[in-house]
């Protein structure tokens, strides 16, 4: 590969870790407000903690929440706020009229529009002209507002605002999850509103529950799909590895919560690849010893990349597990039988099945059968011998294996 290539790999590689960082921030962000959410029983305290918990990730150094006001001015007042540039609020003039300057910014049009307002960069943003000097001296470089909804046909209760000191920390998914959170804490409000009526906050909180799952869900889905460009040869294998861990899961008769949990796993296991140089992903022939460990590498990393992020699960470990073997032959920390957890060892059963059966560029499909073959052998010394029996036991049910393995 010449120079050119590689200096072209290198910022592909870049941008897909910066990425990927973006997200881990927003992805930490919705878990600790959502813990905040389900715990707090008064509109000020869900406010600051939903505050606190968004500006204690990454480069957050503000957040607040701003209440839409029937004043003349339509005024937006500061309900709650954490962060280190909390002082950027001190006398702070927000409108969410569209008749005056300080109405043009994102806070006062979420309000006004029921839309997130991103500025991606406060120095060159014209709808944040009335707040730059104050901005560049608490160093603010973008921010984000997302409309809390009402519950009703009027306009939105307030909005939702986070500052960073980066410019554009504001992508599209970093969009979505800031928007989810915002409705969360609309409906956390309204069933503050109505604790006297139980039945209707527990539904209620069921449904965040289920909401914020469903966006962690997309997020994880979106960072395996940022993995999968960098080596299209395997891609849809983490997806395919993910599907399978779920059959077993459910085969063994874990829970739904043991088989969400696997999904989301399954969904970002090789995301430590994208340490790995492309051309030793998509190498046709054998890879040396160097290469090799290169290649085993990418446990580690994605354990790394996943490791600060405050998952109701320990994904990271199971990440960093799922080559371990039972006789202790894996990597990378060679572990044996009950110190690998069970759904690493149901990620490796599926990860084997997957890999054999499907291509690579270094050879042709093997099949399906060939596959069972090989988890079979290795059931007992190398293999968790149940879980082999539950994939056994999918595929002399039905084409569910074979159906997963067929899917994009």
């Not at 986070?162 to 409000?189: C, D, R, T």
């Not at 007992?380 to 084409?399: F, H, I, R, S, T």
């Amino acid at each position: 590969m010449n120079d050119g290539n590689k200096k072209r790999e290198n910022v592909s590689a870049l941008a897909v870790q910066r990425e990927l960082e973006k997200r881990g921030w927003a992805l930490s962000a919705l878990s600790e407000a959502a813990a905040a959410l389900a715990r707090a029983d008064s509109v000020d305290l869900l406010v600051q903690e939903v505050c606190t918990a968004i500006a204690a990730q990454g480069p957050y150094v503000l957040a607040w929440v701003g209440k839409a006001e029937e004043d003349q001015d339509k005024t937006v007042s500061v309900l709650g706020s954490a962060g280190s540039a909390s002082n950027y609020l001190k006398d702070i003039v927000v409108s969410w009229s569209d008749e005056i300057l300080t109405g043009l910014g994102p806070g006062g049009t979420a309000i006004r529009t029921g839309k997130c307002s991103v500025i991606t960069d406060s120095e060159i943003d014209e709808g944040f002209l009335p707040w730059r000097i104050r901005a560049r001296e608490f160093g603010i470089r973008s921010a984000i507002g997302c409309p809390i909804p009402d519950g009703n046909d009027s306009h939105p209760f307030g909005v939702l605002l986070v500052y960073s000191k980066a410019p554009h920390a504001f992508g599209p998914s970093e969009e979505q999850l800031f928007e989810s959170l915002a409705k969360e804490i609309g409906f956390g409000l309204r069933s503050i509103e109505r604790q006297h009526k139980l039945d209707d906050q527990i539904h209620e909180k069921e449904q965040t529950q289920e909401r914020l799952a469903n966006a962690l869900r997309s997020t994880i889905e979106a960072m395996s799909k940022t993995m999968e460009w960098r080596d299209p040869y395997t891609a849809g294998h983490q997806r395919r590895v993910a599907l399978i861990s779920v059959a077993i899961a459910r085969k063994l008769g874990l829970s739904d919560e043991v088989a969400q949990t696997l999904y989301m796993a399954g969904m970002v296991h090789d995301i430590g690849k994208v340490s790995v140089p492309s051309e030793i992903l998509t190498k046709p022939t054998r890879l040396t010893d160097l290469e090799m460990q290169m290649v085993q590498g990418h446990v580690e990393a994605g354990y790394q990349i996943l490791k600060d992020i405050p998952f109701p699960w320990p994904i990271a470990e199971m990440v960093r597990q799922h080559h371990e073997r039972l006789d202790g032959t894996g990597y990378p920390g060679g572990l044996k039988g009950d110190q690998i957890c069970l759904e690493s060892r149901i990620l490796a059963v599926a990860d084997t099945i997957e890999a054999m059966a499907t291509h690579r560029p270094y050879r042709p499909a093997r099949g399906l059968t060939a596959a069972m073959e090989e988890i079979n052998a290795e059931a007992g010394p190398k293999l968790d011998a149940k879980v082999v029996e539950a994939a056994n036991q999918l595929l002399a049910e039905g084409n569910q294996l074979q159906d997963i393995l067929e899917s994009t």
